[in-house]
C-alpha cells in the first residue's frame, strides 16, 4: 500500500470542524495522513514545527497565516496548498511561486451562496416584497384578487455590474427567468458577453434602463465609489440596487440620499463602514433592507468548501488536474 503523504490544517483552529463534517474528514483521511486535532495558527508554534518539515500538502482557511520564506525553508517536502476559502492573497506569497507550489482556492464554491441569495434577492425584489409585507404589517388587511400594479418579474431589466466568478454565476442563475439581463464590465467584450447570453452595455446605460442592479465587481483602488452621486441618480424611479459584494463600490451618504427620496430602494448585505454605525440612517429607512453579510457561506454551506478542498486533494493525487487551481497571474490580475 502506498504511504499516504503528511498533510496539515493551516486555518483558525475552530474552523476545521466548521468546514469537514465527520464523513467529508474521514474521506480526507483515507487520502492523507493528518492530524485533527493539529491545527497551524502559528508556523512558529513547536508542535506545528514538527511536522512541517514532512508536511507535503497545507490544507488552509481562514486564519492561516502568511507562508513566507521562512515557512518555505521549514517546510522543504510541501508541494500544495488547498484553500478551503476564497482570496489566497493574503496567505501566498512569491516565493510559493518560485517554489512551483500548487495552489487551490474554493472561492468558485463560496460564490454559489452569494449568487443564490443575489438571486432571491432580485426575485423578491421584482415583487415588490418588502414594501408589500410593510403595508400588510400596518394595515393588518388587504383586498383580496387585487392586481398590484407596476410589480412583477416578467421581461424585467437586470443590469450586473462585474462578470466576477459570483456575477457569472448569478448570470447563470438568472437564465430560467423571464428576465432580460444586462452586463457592465470593462474587461468584457461583445463576443464574450454573447458567449454569457447577456446585453453588454456601459455602466451609465446600465444604469438608466435597468429595473434592478446588483453588483459584483472587485474592490480595487478604482471602483471605489462606482456607484456614487452621479451614479445613483441615473436609476431610474422604482429601480433597485442590490450589493453583496464590497461596500466600497457604493458611495453611501450618496446612497442615503437617493433612498431618502424614495425614488429607489436597496437591497444591501455588505455596506461602508461595516458594519454600520449604530446611528445610521439606512437602518430606519423603510425602501433599505439590511442583512448582516450572510450571503457568502455560513452554516452548512462551509461543508461545501471544505469537500471542495478534499476532492481537489483527490484530483492531486491521481494525477490529474485541479479544477479550481489558481496560477500567478490570475492571482495578480486579481491584485
Known amino acids: 500500500m502506498t504511504e499516504r503523504p503528511l498533510a496539515l490544517f493551516a486555518m ?40 512541517l518539515g514532512e508536511t507535503e500538502i497545507l490544507i488552509t482557511g481562514w486564519g492561516c497565516p502568511v507562508i513566507d520564506d521562512a515557512v518555505l525553508a521549514a517546510a522543504p517536502k510541501l508541494r500544495a496548498v488547498l484553500h478551503t476559502a476564497g482570496s489566497v492573497k493574503g496567505m501566498i506569497t512569491p516565493g510559493c511561486w ?14 454559489l451562496p ?23 404589517r400596518a394595515a393588518r388587511t388587504f383586498t383580496l384578487a387585487e392586481v ?12 450586473v455590474v462585474g462578470a466576477s466568478r459570483i456575477g457569472r454565476r448569478v448570470i447563470e442563475l438568472l437564465r430560467p427567468f423571464d428576465f432580460r439581463v444586462a452586463l457592465a464590465d470593462p474587461y ?29 465587481a472587485p474592490a480595487t483602488p478604482e471602483t471605489h465609489g462606482l456607484l456614487g452621486r452621479r451614479e445613483l441618480a441615473l436609476l431610474p424611479d422604482g429601480a433597485v440596487l ?6 466600497s463600490l457604493v458611495d453611501t451618504p450618496a446612497l442615503v440620499e437617493q ?21 445610521s440612517p439606512l437602518f430606519d429607512l423603510p425602501n433599505a433592507f439590511l442583512t448582516p453579510h450572510i450571503a457568502g457561506s455560513q452554516g452548512n454551506e462551509l461543508h461545501r468548501l471544505g469537500l471542495c478542498a478534499v476532492e481537489e486533494l483527490e484530483r492531486l493525487l491521481r494525477g490529474l488536474p485541479l479544477s479550481h487551481r489558481i496560477d500567478r497571474a490570475e492571482l495578480e490580475r486579481a491584485a
Open 12 to 51: 483558525s483552529a475552530e474552523n476545521p470542524p466548521k468546514l469537514l463534517p465527520p464523513g467529508v474528514l474521514a474521506r480526507l483521511r483515507t487520502s492523507v495522513d493528518i492530524d485533527p486535532t493539529l491545527v497551524a495558527e502559528d508556523f512558529g508554534d513547536p508542535r506545528v514545527r514538527e511536522v
Open 98 to 111: 518560485d517554489r512551483g507550489l500548487i495552489v487551490s482556492s474554493a472561492a468558485d464554491a463560496n460564490a
Open 114 to 136: 452569494v449568487a443564490e441569495y443575489t438571486l432571491g434577492m432580485i426575485l423578491l425584489a421584482g415583487k415588490d416584497l418588502f414594501a408589500a409585507r410593510d403595508r400588510y
Open 148 to 159: 398590484i400594479p407596476d410589480i412583477g418579474n416578467f421581461g424585467r431589466r437586470i443590469g
Open 188 to 216: 468584457v467584450d461583445t463576443a464574450g458577453a454573447a458567449e454569457l447570453g447577456v446585453t453588454l452595455m456601459g455602466l451609465d446605460e446600465l444604469l438608466r434602463t435597468s429595473d434592478i442592479v446588483t453588483v459584483h
Open 242 to 247: 442590490v450589493n453583496t459584494a464590497r461596500g
Open 259 to 279: 433612498l431618502r427620496t424614495g425614488r429607489i430602494s436597496a437591497v444591501l448585505d455588505v455596506t461602508e463602514p461595516e458594519p454600520l454605525n449604530p446611528d
